[in-house]
């Protein structure tokens, strides 16, 4: 039996900057280890792929906060026009925020801090990790776009792991250019047969396994404060 099965679950508002975005944070008990979700174009917090991976990562003793990038207001608009989703510096400020609010939030802020991006949301977060390189100790993409963090990637001091679907050739090379822009600790996995959302049998799971793995070996056990 694993003994992280009671899982406390909250709806939380995030106080990035001066904005509040809609949040699920989910604390199993005596955890040390966050990873905060920054999700791709035009997804969300309720996005199941998101959702599947913070359960196992929740059944593995780490917590895991899925929040909105957007206020309700913006993704109405999103949905019209397509191009706030696209607006990396917009969502990397609301990842760079909610880290910020995390850090003073009381259940959270003696945690070690990971980070999960999803296509564009992974240039988000390596866009955070840049700026906050005493506070985020790790780094996950699934499918990402770390080509878009641009500048940022050399900064980055947190490990980093970049997961891509073997049968998404476009995607495998950007990561591999990223890659190669990069001075911290970093590795491309390639899961064989697997497509841009990892919807083919065992392939998420695939990607959990390396996603635990490199969390669980990098994030320290809570922050040093």
């Given at each position: 039996?694993?003994?992280?099965?009671?899982?406390?679950?909250?709806?939380?508002?995030?106080?990035?900057?001066?904005?509040?975005?809609?949040?699920?944070?989910?604390?199993?008990?005596?955890?040390?280890?966050?990873?905060?979700?920054?999700?791709?174009?035009?997804?969300?917090?309720?996005?199941?792929r998101?959702?599947?991976?913070?359960?196992?990562?929740?059944?593995?003793?780490?917590?895991?906060?899925?929040?909105?990038?957007?206020?309700?207001?913006?993704?109405?608009?999103?949905?019209?026009?397509?191009?706030?989703?696209?607006?990396?510096?917009?969502?990397?400020?609301?990842?760079?925020?909610?880290?910020?609010?995390?850090?003073?939030?009381?259940?959270?802020?003696e945690?070690?801090?990971?980070?999960?991006?999803?296509?564009?949301?992974?240039?988000?977060?390596?866009?955070?990790?840049?700026?906050?390189?005493?506070?985020?100790?790790?780094?996950?993409?699934?499918?990402?776009?770390?080509?878009?963090?641009?500048?940022?990637?050399?900064?980055?001091?947190?490990?980093?792991?970049?997961?891509?679907?073997g049968?998404?050739?476009?995607?495998?090379?950007?990561?591999?250019?990223?890659?190669?822009?990069?001075?911290?600790?970093?590795?491309v996995?390639?899961?064989?047969?697997?497509?841009?959302?990892?919807?083919?049998?065992?392939?998420?799971?695939?990607?959990?396994?390396?996603?635990?793995?490199?969390?669980?070996?990098?994030?320290?056990?809570?922050?040093?404060?």
């Amino acid at each position: 039996m694993c003994p992280y099965q009671a899982v406390e679950h909250s709806e939380t508002g995030i106080q990035a900057n001066s904005t509040t975005l809609p949040g699920d944070l989910a604390m199993p008990p005596q955890t040390r280890k966050l990873v905060v979700f920054a999700h791709g174009s035009g997804s969300s917090r309720k996005s199941p792929r998101n959702r599947f991976v913070a359960e196992r990562l929740n059944d593995l003793g780490l917590a895991t906060l899925l929040f909105d990038l957007l206020t309700p207001d913006e993704n109405a608009i999103d949905e019209q026009t397509r191009e706030l989703r696209f607006n990396i510096p917009l969502l990397a400020e609301r990842m760079t925020g909610a880290v910020d609010w995390l850090a003073q939030y009381y259940p959270t802020e003696e945690l070690a801090y990971g980070l999960f991006g999803a296509s564009t949301g992974a240039a988000a977060a390596l866009m955070t990790a840049a700026e906050r390189p005493t506070l985020i100790q790790a780094v996950v993409s699934r499918g990402g776009r770390p080509d878009m963090a641009s500048d940022a990637l050399p900064k980055v001091q947190a490990p980093t792991l970049l997961i891509v679907g073997g049968e998404d050739t476009p995607v495998i090379e950007t990561n591999r250019d990223a890659a190669d822009r990069m001075q911290c600790e970093h590795t491309v996995k390639i899961v064989p047969g697997a497509t841009h959302l990892f919807e083919e049998p065992g392939k998420l799971e695939h990607c959990v396994r390396l996603a635990a793995r490199w969390f669980r070996e990098h994030l320290a056990e809570g922050r040093r404060l």
